[in-house]
């Protein structure tokens, strides 16, 4: 059960898809919708700040994923991509009556984010992504134009997945006995050490709705002869993020092309171009063992990738703007959130 802040209000939203989970802000029914989209192992809960930091003029809604928080755990299909999740905040848009808005996405939340922007430009006022994915998906490729690194894909989805963390989110582990912890994570990754959340263990609980198993986190996975022995699967989260199912490199070519605000934590090791999670990286580091080496098996360039698709879409005629926040990690709406609300509002007055 989400713990809500004074103002937040919570409600079940069927759609023509599956039945959605969301959280709005009292008395805001008639404002310019903003549409706050959660990453991985997170859900809706984890933006009630920034939503009650809007001004009244603004109608924030978060949007739970399908497989967690409080939507229905339909199973994901990670052949589309991201699509799945796309589609179900299409659907709950529809279902309240939403058109156009303003999308901010969080890490796998950015990815949700963009995939509706490609398939749904009109849609978007204007466009906020926080720590996103890389255009080019979450491991398994190299260089700015995200080139494969093996043509399975191997070295990404559900196979990369720390077995440990998996068993603890599946009993719901609230101790911070282990550093595989759910909160040890938080503490150490989500946020940039030594910053404690207020609302730590709201956050904890948050992470604790994400569904475990092969249709959800982590997803299934395939063996492989090639370096690091996995490669992805069919289902589940990770998988919609394999760079084979996931590719958003085009985006210099929708129309219309709403601007775009990228805000990022300057030391985030979740999404970086040294990722703590990126099995090259680690491999690079010595903690996944045979790793074949630098000039095959670079880490991914996750913020090089990124910028060089916005410069595309600059370039095409589109706008956008980076903003790095010092000293924060991955989650600048929990970590920093008067700097990013202050960012957050210079980019809703571009549309």
């Given at each position: ?7 937040i209000?919570?409600?079940k939203?069927p ?12 008395g805001?029914?008639h ?9 991985n ?13 809007l001004?009244?003029?603004?109608r ?7 497989g ?14 991201v ?22 996405g969080?890490?796998m939340?950015?990815g ?37 690194v093996?043509a ?9 997945a ?5 068993t ?6 609230t101790?911070?006995?282990s ?17 404690h ?24 996975f395939?063996t ?5 022995g996995?490669?992805?699967g ?30 990022r ?21 010595g ?13 991914q ?14 370039a095409?005629g589109?706008?956008?703007r980076?903003?790095v ?6 989650s ?6 008067r ?9 809703l007055?571009?549309?």
């Amino acid at each position: 059960m989400t713990t809500l802040l004074d103002g937040i209000t919570s409600a079940k939203v069927p759609t023509d898809r599956l039945t959605a989970h969301v959280l709005e802000v009292a008395g805001r029914e008639h404002g310019e919708p903003v549409v706050f989209v959660h990453g991985n192992i997170s859900s809706s809960a984890f933006w009630q700040e920034s939503m009650l930091d809007l001004p009244r003029r603004y109608r924030p809604i978060a949007v739970d994923l399908r497989g967690f928080g409080g939507t229905d755990p339909l199973p994901v299909d990670a052949t589309r991509g991201v699509r799945d999740y796309a589609d179900d905040v299409v659907a709950t848009l529809v279902a309240l009556g939403v058109g156009a808005a303003h999308l901010v996405g969080w890490s796998m939340g950015g990815g949700v984010v963009l995939q509706l922007l490609r398939e749904h430009p009109a849609l978007a006022r204007t466009v906020t992504l926080v720590d996103p994915v890389s255009p080019y998906g979450y491991g398994g490729t190299k260089g700015a134009d995200g080139e494969l690194v093996d043509a399975a894909g191997a070295g990404s989805g559900g196979g990369g997945a720390n077995p440990d963390f998996v068993t603890r989110l599946k009993d719901g582990d609230t101790s911070d006995e282990s550093p595989f912890s759910p909160k040890q994570v938080l503490l150490a990754f989500y946020v940039k050490p030594p910053c404690h959340p207020a609302r730590i263990d709201d956050l904890v609980e948050s992470m604790l709705t994400t569904r475990v198993g092969d249709d959800h986190y982590p997803g299934d996975f395939t063996t492989t002869d090639a370096w690091p022995g996995v490669a992805p699967g069919t289902r589940g989260v990770l998988n919609t993020m394999a760079p084979g199912h996931f590719r958003l490199d085009d985006l210099d070519a929708i129309e219309p092309k709403p601007p775009i605000l990228w805000v990022r934590g300057a030391d985030d090791q979740i999404v970086s171009d040294t990722s703590m999670f990126d099995l090259a990286h680690l491999g690079r580091l010595g903690a996944v063992p045979g790793w074949p080496g630098e000039a095959t098996h670079p880490a991914q360039p996750m913020v090089t990738q990124t910028r060089a698709v916005l410069d595309r879409y600059a370039a095409a005629g589109g706008h956008y703007r980076e903003v790095v926040i010092a000293d924060t990690g991955h989650s600048p709406h929990i970590e920093k959130p008067r700097e990013f609300s202050a960012a957050l509002l210079e980019g809703l007055a571009k549309a």
